[in-house]
């Protein structure tokens, strides 16, 4: 308990100190929000751009301005998108992005976690073989290949799906199951590795000695703490995929935020920059905190540590 | 038996497992319902176009892309708007106008029915401020240089003058307003099709300020009103009932999809997700061998160039014979035909094809052939023969696989035809821009759109005082003959003082070394949609584009 309230005492100062280093950087590139191919009529308008979203003035008094819309929950206004907030496009984009990364986190499970069990149970015999290519071929195949092949087979070829766009859940089973895949590999090696290494240990041994059927052996004892890596890899997992994928939202043209966590930098969006770091370092830290509480649930160890 | 007991056992273990994590089992449960929430379906809309990357604004003052100036012409008018079939300036909110003999007194009659979408009459007083707006150095307006033929709005826009009663228009009565120039303007009626010049609800924008395209009802002065938008998704509008033409007004409702990316594009247009795909961008450049073969891919002429800035401020660039041999040295027929492949037309001048001086089509200067031979002799002349002597030369672009691949092949002509070195240097977008305004750069890839049917759209780039220069070329006998042509009433001697003007920059000094014109391009059937007429402007109204409903499935 004592460790949850340090931990949550020291967010806010980390979260600033990000939002901080995100606001210099971010500065610190070449060329401004408001460069163009096209010059504006005058210099005087270009100042009075600057003027207007107080870029003009020192770092350190547009950070505390900053700050200053941060307690009042307004992280201003975009530089790119000059008729939203920062605030406006988060919520705007963050249930698509949700949607999608919540479900794929889903698959990723789902998938993930049978497949490594079945391949650790099944080691070295046919089966394992069979199901660590699939894994490997999971991990292997980035999500911009995935994406067009399952395009152009269930929504192009078959019709089955819509192409892109939102709207509907079946909107988003193609830009799911895209995304998930990859962590689905990634969720059943761990799983595999995991039971290997619990399978030597001591308790395992006395749970077989006792004469547990080997199946309560492998479920009720090995799995939970097999799928300890899993926890801790599924916090920043998570927040990755909640917080949108440039590529699956691209590919399947998804109003989320993902496009924004890349875009934002490339247009020197400077306040839409640190709303998003801000927004995913928050997610991690929670996340993160989250995956350590689960530590002590499933395994009984860390409890008295 | 016994294994059905393995199996049960499973299970059993199974569910403890999951019991013992918490709540887990009902979490897919939850998630479900969460998920269904994220989902809000509109009914479909009757004409759907992917327009090209999400609008960073739609307020009419403050954008600066063309897919943006798309969705704001529908939204809001100015005294003319645009022809779909020619592209050319026909009566918009103003009904009729007269013009002085000098061309620089005009008088425009407000259509007595015009009115916002709200209900309320559009008046002159409207007008008035909507240009006040725009040229404001508040309003920041990147555009506002499309007011500053009217006398006095350079002073106005740049702060030197206060009183925007002084600035050249005036509203006579509601429905009468004079307007003066400085000079006369023979695209001036152009310009005020234009978004920076379009009228926009002053009753609306005063009490709710900068949020104001968020405010319903909204109030347009153009065919459509925006029933929503939705960021990185779409821009929905509805016929605007109030509109003077509304009868002529085509789709009752047009979503304009927001897409960056060529292959999904492709991909919703074949699946008969969206009727439209009219941003060039937006063809994947890998299938324009077979696009080009079907019926309902179609390309045009477009106002834009493809060109090369030199850096006249260092040397040897700033020897002109280097920029001609540099320029005589490129086989643009195979840029155009390797790499582009669109059907474009290569250029020797600026100006492209079919753009007009006034009401005559403007006949640009011939400027430079290929001529490899003659470049050779030039770049000896200017000291380095075979290319000796010559520094080794950076060419810089900006990130994509086209310029990426002009830049290869220009590497390859200037290498063999003049024995030069050249080093490929490839900026993400912001920071060529940055090189680019610092003058930090050797060769720089550049492109001009025009922001209207003249010459002087591309013509006064070059002047020594404009920011978007960024060559470092200052020429007075150019400023002086940009600057007469523009003041020249008659047609036939302006096209005299343009033609002379441009032959010094493409054919004599050469700060830039043109390449080709761009073309536009779009995926549409003409059988299913009516009303896209592809001219030079790219500018397809949308209040005359029209569409068949689907044939019933056999």
Same mark, same amino acid.
């Given at each position: 308990?004592?460790?949850?309230?340090?931990?949550?005492?020291?967010?806010?100062?980390?979260?600033?100190?990000?939002?901080?280093?995100?606001?210099?950087?971010?500065?610190?590139?070449?060329?401004?929000?408001?460069?163009?191919?096209?010059?504006?009529?005058?210099?005087?308008?270009?100042?009075?751009?600057?003027?207007?979203?107080?870029?003009?003035?020192?770092?350190?008094?547009?950070?505390?301005?900053?700050?200053?819309?941060?307690?009042?929950?307004?992280?201003?206004?975009?530089?790119?998108?000059?008729?939203?907030?920062?605030?406006?496009?988060?919520?705007?984009?963050?249930?698509?992005?949700?949607?999608?990364?919540?479900?794929?986190?889903?698959?990723?499970?789902?998938?993930?976690?049978?497949?490594?069990?079945?391949?650790?149970?099944?080691?070295?015999?046919?089966?394992?073989?069979?199901?660590?290519?699939?894994?490997?071929?999971?991990?292997?195949?980035?999500?911009?290949?995935?994406?067009?092949?399952?395009?152009?087979?269930?929504?192009?070829?078959?019709?089955?799906?819509?192409?892109?766009?939102?709207?509907?859940?079946?909107?988003?089973?193609?830009?799911?199951?895209?995304?998930?895949? %990859?962590?689905?590999?990634?969720?059943?090696?761990?799983?595999?590795?995991?039971?290997?290494?619990?399978?030597?240990?001591?308790?395992?041994?006395?749970?077989?000695?006792?004469?547990?059927?080997?199946?309560?052996?492998?479920?009720?004892?090995?799995?939970?703490?097999?799928?300890?890596?899993?926890?801790?890899?599924?916090?920043?997992?998570?927040?990755?995929?909640?917080?949108?994928?440039?590529?699956?939202?691209?590919?399947?043209?998804?109003?989320?935020?993902?496009?924004?966590?890349?875009?934002?930098?490339?247009?020197?969006?400077?306040?839409?920059?640190?709303?998003?770091?801000?927004?995913?370092?928050?997610?991690?830290?929670?996340?993160?905190?989250?995956?350590?509480?689960? %530590?002590?649930?499933?395994?009984?160890?860390?409890?008295?540590? | 038996?016994? #294994?059905?007991?393995?199996?049960?056992?499973? *299970?059993?273990?199974?569910?403890?497992?999951?019991?013992?994590?918490?709540?887990?089992?009902?979490?897919?449960?939850?998630?479900?319902?969460?998920?269904?929430?994220?989902?809000?379906?509109?009914?479909? !809309?009757?004409?759907?176009?992917?327009?090209?990357?999400?609008?960073?604004?739609?307020?009419?003052?403050?954008?600066?892309?063309?897919?943006?100036?798309?969705?704001?012409?529908?939204?809001?008018?100015?005294?003319?708007?645009?022809?779909?079939?020619?592209?050319?300036?026909?009566?918009?909110?103003?009904?009729?106008?007269?013009?002085?003999?000098?061309?620089?007194?005009?008088?425009?009659?407000?259509?007595?029915?015009?009115?916002?979408?709200?209900?309320?009459?559009?008046?002159?007083?409207?007008?008035?401020?909507?240009?006040?707006?725009?040229?404001?150095?508040?309003?920041?307006?990147?555009?506002?240089?499309?007011?500053?033929?009217?006398?006095?709005?350079?002073?106005?826009?740049?702060?030197?003058?206060?009183?925007?009663?002084?600035?050249?228009?005036?509203?006579?009565?509601?429905?009468?307003?004079?307007?003066?120039?400085?000079?006369?303007?023979?695209?001036?009626?152009?310009?005020?099709?234009?978004?920076?010049?379009?009228?926009?609800?002053?009753?609306?924008?005063?009490?709710?300020?900068?949020?104001?395209?968020?405010?319903? @009802?909204? !109030?347009?002065?153009?065919?459509?009103?925006?029933?929503?938008?939705?960021?990185?998704?779409?821009?929905?509008?509805?016929?605007?009932?109030?509109?003077?033409?509304?009868?002529?007004?085509?789709?009752?409702?047009?979503?304009?999809?927001?897409?960056?990316?060529?292959?999904?594009?492709?991909?919703?247009?074949?699946?008969?997700?969206?009727?439209?795909?009219?941003?060039?961008?937006?063809?994947?450049?890998?299938?324009?061998?077979?696009?080009?073969?079907? #019926?309902?891919?179609?390309?045009?002429?477009?106002?834009?160039?493809?060109?090369?800035?030199?850096?006249?401020?260092?040397?040897?660039?700033?020897?002109?014979?280097?920029?001609?041999? *540099?320029?005589?040295?490129?086989?643009?027929?195979?840029?155009?035909?390797?790499?582009?492949?669109?059907?474009?037309?290569?250029?020797?001048?600026?100006?492209?094809?079919?753009?007009?001086?006034?009401?005559?089509?403007?006949?640009?200067?011939?400027?430079?052939?290929?001529?490899?031979?003659?470049?050779?002799?030039?770049?000896?002349?200017?000291?380095?023969?075979?290319?000796?002597?010559?520094?080794?030369?950076?060419?810089?672009?900006?990130?994509?696989?086209?310029?990426?691949?002009?830049?290869?092949?220009?590497?390859?002509?200037?290498?063999?035809?003049?024995?030069?070195?050249?080093?490929?240097?490839?900026?993400?977008?912001?920071?060529?821009?940055?090189?680019?305004?610092?003058?930090?750069?050797?060769?720089?890839?550049?492109?001009?759109?025009?922001?209207?049917?003249?010459?002087?759209?591309?013509?006064?780039?070059?002047?020594?005082?404009? @920011?978007?220069?960024?060559?470092?070329?200052?020429?007075?006998?150019?400023?002086?003959?940009?600057?007469? #042509?523009?003041?020249?009433?008659?047609?036939?001697?302006?096209?005299?003082?343009?033609?002379?003007?441009?032959?010094?920059?493409?054919?004599? !000094?050469?700060?830039?070394?043109?390449?080709?014109?761009?073309?536009?391009?779009?995926?549409?059937?003409?059988?299913?949609?009516?009303?896209?007429?592809?001219?030079?402007?790219?500018?397809?109204?949308?209040?005359?584009?029209?569409?068949?409903?689907?044939? #019933?499935?056999?």
């Amino acid at each position: 308990m004592n460790l949850l309230l340090r931990r949550l005492v020291w967010m806010p100062p980390l979260l600033l100190v990000i939002s901080l280093l995100a606001f210099c950087l971010v500065r610190l590139a070449p060329g401004g929000p408001f460069d163009r191919e096209r010059k504006p009529a005058s210099p005087e308008i270009e100042r009075a751009l600057q003027e207007r979203y107080h870029l003009d003035e020192p770092w350190w008094r547009q950070y505390l301005r900053f700050l200053g819309g941060l307690a009042r929950g307004d992280l201003g206004a975009s530089l790119k998108y000059r008729s939203h907030t920062v605030t406006d496009i988060i919520r705007q984009g963050l249930p698509a992005s949700l949607a999608i990364g919540g479900g794929a986190f889903l698959l990723a499970l789902g998938l993930g976690v049978p497949a490594g069990f079945y391949s650790a149970v099944r080691r070295g015999r046919w089966e394992d073989f069979g199901v660590s290519f699939l894994i490997l071929l999971a991990v292997c195949i980035p999500a911009f290949v995935v994406g067009p092949l399952l395009a152009m087979v269930f929504a192009v070829r078959l019709g089955w799906l819509p192409v892109g766009l939102w709207g509907s859940p079946l909107h988003a089973v193609l830009p799911v199951v895209s995304l998930g895949l %990859y962590f689905a590999g990634r969720i059943a090696r761990l799983t595999r590795e995991g039971m290997f290494e619990t399978a030597q240990q001591d308790f395992i041994r006395t749970a077989r000695a006792k004469g547990l059927p080997e199946t309560a052996v492998l479920v009720r004892h090995a799995l939970p703490l097999a799928l300890l890596p899993v926890a801790s890899y599924s916090g920043p997992m998570l927040a990755d995929l909640l917080t949108g994928s440039f590529v699956v939202e691209n590919l399947f043209q998804i109003p989320g935020i993902g496009v924004f966590m890349v875009n934002s930098s490339l247009n020197r969006d400077y306040t839409m920059v640190v709303g998003l770091v801000l927004l995913y370092a928050g997610l991690l830290l929670g996340l993160n905190l989250l995956v350590d509480l689960l %530590y002590g649930w499933l395994d009984p160890r860390t409890r008295h540590g | 038996m016994k #294994a059905f007991g393995r199996v049960q056992d499973v *299970l059993l273990d199974a569910f403890s497992f999951c019991r013992r994590i918490g709540g887990a089992p009902a979490a897919p449960g939850i998630v479900l319902v969460l998920l269904t929430g994220c989902f809000r379906t509109p009914p479909p !809309a009757d004409l759907r176009i992917i327009n090209g990357p999400e609008p960073e604004s739609l307020d009419p003052h403050q954008i600066t892309g063309q897919a943006d100036g798309r969705i704001a012409l529908a939204l809001f008018e100015g005294l003319t708007r645009y022809d779909p079939r020619t592209g050319q300036p026909v009566p918009g909110l103003a009904a009729r106008w007269e013009v002085s003999t000098d061309g620089t007194v005009y008088t425009f009659h407000l259509r007595p029915e015009a009115a916002w979408s709200d209900g309320r009459p559009i008046t002159t007083a409207d007008v008035v401020w909507s240009w006040q707006r725009a040229l404001a150095p508040a309003t920041a307006n990147e555009y506002a240089g499309a007011l500053f033929p009217l006398r006095n709005a350079r002073a106005f826009a740049l702060g030197e003058l206060d009183d925007f009663t002084r600035v050249g228009v005036r509203a006579v009565d509601a429905r009468e307003l004079q307007v003066e120039l400085e000079s006369p303007t023979p695209f001036f009626l152009d310009l005020l099709a234009y978004s920076p010049c379009t009228v926009v609800p002053r009753h609306v924008i005063e009490p709710i300020g900068d949020r104001w395209l968020h405010a319903r @009802p909204f !109030a347009a002065s153009g065919p459509y009103t925006l029933e929503f938008w939705r960021l990185n998704d779409r821009v929905r509008l509805r016929r605007n009932a109030f509109y003077w033409d509304a009868a002529n007004v085509r789709c009752e409702v047009v979503d304009l999809l927001s897409c960056v990316s060529p292959n999904t594009a492709l991909n919703l247009y074949e699946s008969g997700a969206v009727d439209v795909v009219w941003d060039k961008e937006l063809i994947p450049t890998h299938l324009l061998d077979e696009l080009r073969r079907r #019926a309902d891919f179609h390309t045009y002429n477009f106002l834009g160039t493809y060109f090369i800035r030199c850096n006249v401020t260092k040397a040897p660039f700033n020897d002109p014979r280097v920029r001609r041999a *540099l320029a005589l040295a490129v086989d643009k027929e195979r840029l155009v035909r390797r790499i582009t492949r669109g059907g474009e037309r290569i250029a020797a001048c600026l100006s492209p094809p079919g753009i007009m001086n006034g009401s005559v089509p403007y006949r640009p200067p011939a400027g430079l052939d290929h001529d490899p031979e003659a470049a050779r002799r030039l770049l000896a002349e200017a000291g380095f023969p075979g290319g000796q002597g010559f520094p080794v030369v950076e060419y810089t672009y900006n990130t994509a696989p086209s310029h990426r691949n002009i830049a290869l092949e220009l590497r390859d002509m200037w290498q063999r035809e003049l024995g030069l070195r050249l080093e490929l240097r490839q900026l993400e977008w912001k920071t060529w821009l940055a090189a680019q305004s610092a003058l930090d750069y050797d060769l720089i890839r550049s492109s001009w759109i025009g922001d209207y049917d003249d010459p002087n759209t591309f013509l006064d780039l070059f002047l020594s005082d404009n @920011p978007n220069n960024r060559t470092g070329w200052r020429n007075g006998r150019y400023d002086a003959l940009l600057r007469e #042509a523009n003041a020249e009433p008659d047609a036939a001697r302006r096209q005299e003082r343009l033609a002379a003007a441009e032959h010094l920059l493409v054919a004599e !000094a050469l700060p830039v070394i043109p390449l080709y014109f761009y073309v536009g391009m779009a995926c549409f059937d003409d059988a299913r949609v009516h009303g896209i007429h592809l001219n030079l402007r790219g500018e397809n109204p949308l209040w005359a584009i029209g569409k068949e409903a689907a044939p #019933a499935p056999p």
